[in-house]
């Protein structure tokens, strides 16, 4: 038997906008391409937004997955924003390595920036989060 | 009541026929309920008495729809339903079982046989409608499954049809293939360069199937039509990616290795961005002797950043063999959900030492450990020997010179000037060779003349316009990316042409000038022309190019030289 694992794909906004956490757990694949644009698409345009895409829980992360961190670069480039991709667990690191992402993002190791969110201002878009 | 045995009833209407169904069964009251029930709503009925007659039916005849009545048959439910299903083929006809309630058994073996729905008796003409209604849909959907998966069949064969004509197939390169869908995101091509070399590429598209297919054939395009103009690698890579950047959408890229085997195998150069690593294997002590990471991103993502197209370069030699996959193989997974990985392909090279071709203990482990299940990915794996074969120059090539008797007896010549910074971006080998080409009618062989030319090409930036490191490295080629710019700002190259005769026949003479301080050109030549001292040659490119021509001498300081070209070979 397949033992499932659970993906699951959430976000967080700061209360001035500014700031979007977005949080993948599980695979990172193909399955979560609306719901991860869903996670920025979803919000009201604002310039210069920076974007921390946490990749501390996802187990694992296929080519469309890096097609979608492509994306959303487009997305905050085109809006003056930039996308920092947040404590890649080993093995999606060594997916970014081979694609060499860290010459297009800014890839962080360790926790870096928390989030000043108001209850009640977290915008949660999931999928069985 | 249409009991008519052997021929199609008519229902009697002036409507289109909702299709024919064959009720299998040899009493006439279900038959006569079936009848009611079905001929109402525009089918026609056939009916069988018993199951040689059902299969006389089906293989002379067209059915939509068979209705088994399992009580009243002649042989038992399951078997019939399995002979059915051999008969039927690949043509998909719902077979509709008619049980009573207390028949679960044989039931469940009929369905465990294939049989589509079933009904109980008694049954009201409603529920037997409403059954077939729902299995119409059901047939529609599979023939349009059916269709769309023809229609790309085709279309696969046509693509592989234009892919094969823009890659050269070798005996000795093994190639392991398995695609996911009908359509592959990995590509695999080869392409002879005009010096007897080889270019390999091995790409992998984001994603699967026809979205991932459809980049191929512009991608095989500009490689096989560059590798054949005279192109180097970082200008067919530039191109491929400048070309896939304009052509995918943001995210879909094409991750990529590709290789220059060199005519003589001493060498190869290779770029690896976003593929897993390049082996490069000893075959005769069975270890992995160089592991190539992938060290730049993906094709198709961003536009050209200089130094992005630097080769690697490795030493070859014969007995070594080139390995190159992509990570659907890595990536498949057994029945336990586990990936093959990179150890275990690492390990299963290690454990073979002896196996001089890997090729096959690597496709035997693949097998083995995840073979039973369908790859999530496409999976390709190429084994390469470095053996003579790949790059034995082909005789063909050289004869087609065509002897075309000379009517040009006014001559022609032909000249180009490049400086400053189309010196750094133009590779004006190409160019040469295509003018050359069109001038002279084909008489001079596009092999000797490419060959000479990038030889003396070469030995102009190398000593010349000065773009190389001061050891005079002189394995990595002529890459345009790496030229120093403010050197190249006051330099200059001049490239010439001119039909002449020379010794009773038509030949060319090229001739290369640049702005360089030149080099000990006399020791050089006379290393080359005084073969019996002994002294192993520093420069065997300029001996090649002093064997293909009939006369080839450097000028002044070592900045200026000349070759004469005949047509004969």
Not at chain 1, 51 to 68: E, I, P, Q, T
Not at chain 2, 547 to 561: I, P
Request: proline fraction near 2%; charged fraction near 25%; include cysteine.
């Amino acid at each position: 038997m397949f033992w499932r694992q659970i993906m699951s794909v959430s976000q967080e906004m700061s209360s001035d906008g500014k700031k979007i956490h977005i949080n993948i757990s599980g695979r990172f694949d193909y399955k979560v391409s609306q719901e991860f644009r869903d996670t920025y698409r979803q919000v009201p345009g604002q310039e210069g937004v920076a974007y921390y895409v946490n990749l501390s829980d996802a187990s694992y992360m296929d080519s469309s997955a890096l097609g979608m961190l492509l994306l959303l670069r487009e997305h905050a480039k085109c809006r003056g924003g930039t996308v920092f991709i947040e404590r890649p667990s080993e093995q999606v690191d060594s997916i970014l390595k081979v694609a060499n992402f860290e010459q297009l993002f800014t890839i962080n190791y360790s926790s870096s920036v928390s989030i000043d969110t108001e209850a009640g201002m977290n915008a949660g878009v999931g999928a069985g989060a | 009541m249409s009991q008519s045995f052997g021929a199609v009833a008519t229902n009697g209407k002036f409507m289109e026929s909702r299709g024919i169904i064959l009720a299998i069964s040899d009493s006439s009251e279900i038959i006569s309920d079936v009848d009611d029930g079905l001929t109402e709503a525009g089918f026609d009925l056939l009916v069988a008495s018993d199951s040689k007659r059902a299969f006389e039916f089906i293989t002379s005849n067209h059915i939509d729809y068979i209705l088994v009545d399992l009580a009243n048959i002649d042989m038992s439910g399951d078997e019939l339903v399995r002979s059915l299903r051999i008969y039927t083929g690949e043509h998909f006809i719902p077979i509709i079982v008619l049980a009573v309630s207390d028949q679960e058994a044989i039931l469940a073996d009929c369905i465990t046989s294939g049989c589509d729905d079933f009904i109980f008796k008694p049954f009201n003409s409603t529920a037997l409608r409403a059954r077939i209604t729902s299995l119409e849909q059901v047939c529609e959907l599979k023939k349009l499954y059916k269709s769309t998966v023809n229609e790309q069949v085709v279309a696969k064969q046509i693509l592989s049809y234009a892919l094969s004509e823009r890659s050269i197939e070798f005996e000795e390169i093994k190639l392991l293939s398995k695609s996911k869908d009908v359509f592959s995101g990995d590509l695999f091509l080869t392409a002879r360069r005009a010096d007897g070399g080889l270019h390999i590429l091995l790409a992998d598209f984001t994603g699967h199937g026809l979205s991932a297919a459809i980049g191929a054939l512009p991608v095989a395009d500009i490689f096989s039509a560059m590798t054949e103009k005279g192109f180097e690698v970082a200008d067919i890579l530039e191109n491929i990616n400048n070309k896939l950047h304009t052509l995918l959408p943001i995210s879909m890229f094409m991750a990529c290795s590709i290789l220059k085997i060199d005519k003589d195998l001493k060498f190869a150069e290779i770029w690896n961005g976003g593929m897993p690593d390049v082996y490069i294997r000893d075959s005769i002590t069975g270890d992995i002797k160089h592991k190539l990471k992938s060290t730049h991103i993906p094709l198709g993502i961003d536009e050209t950043m200089t130094s992005r197209f630097d080769m690697d370069t490795i030493p070859l030699s014969q007995s070594d063999q080139i390995i190159l996959y992509t990570d659907g193989l890595t990536d498949a997974m057994n029945q336990e959900g586990d990936m093959f990985g990179e150890d275990r392909l690492e390990k299963c090279i290690e454990n073979n030492k002896n196996d001089v071709s890997i090729f096959t203990s690597i496709v035997q482990e693949f097998n083995d450990y995840c073979g039973k299940i369908n790859p999530v990915d496409d999976v390709t794996l190429a084994c390469i020997p470095c053996t003579p074969y790949l790059t034995e120059v082909d005789d063909s090539c050289l004869t087609d010179s065509v002897q075309i008797a000379s009517n040009r007896k006014d001559g022609w010549c032909w000249y180009m000037e490049l400086s400053g910074s189309s010196l750094k971006n133009v590779d004006p080998v190409p160019i040469v060779i295509n003018e050359a080409q069109k001038l002279s009618g084909q008489e001079i062989s596009k092999k000797k003349l490419s060959s000479i030319l990038n030889v003396l090409y070469k030995n102009a930036l190398e000593h010349g316009v000065q773009i190389r490191n001061e050891s005079g490295d002189h394995i990595s080629g002529n890459n345009h990316s790496e030229m120093n710019s403010s050197v190249v700002n006051n330099g200059y190259l001049r490239i010439g042409l001119k039909a002449i005769e020379h010794k009773g026949s038509d030949a060319l003479l090229v001739s290369l000038e640049d702005s360089g301080q030149g080099f000990n050109h006399v020791e050089y030549m006379n290393q080359i022309t005084n073969k019996s001292a002994g002294v192993k040659n520093t420069n065997e490119g300029i001996s090649l190019a002093y064997e293909l021509s009939e006369s080839l001498l450097y000028h002044g300081k070592g900045n200026h030289v000349e070759a004469i070209i005949s047509g004969q070979v």
